[in-house]
């Protein structure tokens, strides 16, 4: 554990060509087959995201700009979260088009978690998740397309220090002016069904 009690190196490795800037992260670890795992994933994301705006039709060879990016949203106790995105534009497009997904990692195992890995198995956290977010659609005010049906089984998220943020692509649940929706819960609210060995049971206080 000692060597994870500062934050854990990472690189930024760029695609670079006319009108188009891609920057990604790349971490840096003792363990090598867990560095793998964690940087092979993140390329995934990373080439996912534009494989999006490709298929649609949005990426044009020196005509469309395009710029991804990275965010590192928690990098303490050998828990990284960190948000991807891809934004593009181009004379064509009413608007610009922006893709996010992200990836949470404990970097002692190499494992990516899914939003269900945080918790307790069989506990009812999509219900306590869904209730702490109508909350907020209520008192926040937020326009929706449609009634609010709930967080997916693959459900989006990350990290940022003691909080998880849920959040929806735009257009999922919101009109397209409200950008990306994000919901920021704070990990005491779920306390009792957090797993103990999860990243979000990892950065909650002993």
Do not use: W
């Amino acid at each position: 554990m000692v060597q994870y009690r500062l934050p854990i190196p990472i690189q930024t490795y760029d695609v670079l060509a006319h009108k188009l800037s891609i920057y990604y992260p790349q971490l840096l670890l003792v363990n090598k087959a867990h560095q793998q795992i964690i940087n092979q994933t993140i390329y995934r994301i990373v080439y996912t995201l534009f494989s999006n705006i490709n298929e649609q039709g949005y990426y044009q060879p020196g005509i469309t700009e395009m710029i991804g990016n990275y965010e590192v949203k928690n990098n303490q106790r050998g828990i990284v979260s960190i948000t991807l995105s891809n934004f593009a534009n181009m004379p064509t497009l009413a608007h610009p088009v922006t893709f996010l997904d992200s990836l949470t990692t404990d970097v002692r195992t190499g494992k990516i978690y899914q939003l269900k890995d945080l918790f307790k198995e069989n506990s009812p956290y999509r219900e306590r998740i869904n209730k702490l977010i109508e909350i907020q659609i209520k008192e926040r005010d937020i326009p929706l397309l449609n009634s609010y049906t709930g967080i997916r089984p693959n459900q989006k998220y990350y990290i940022a220090d003691k909080a998880l943020i849920i959040y929806f692509d735009m257009y999922q649940i919101t009109p397209g002016y409200v950008g990306f929706p994000m919901f920021p819960i704070g990990s005491y609210q779920l306390q009792d069904i957090i797993e103990d060995t999860s990243p979000l049971g990892i950065l909650l206080p002993n």
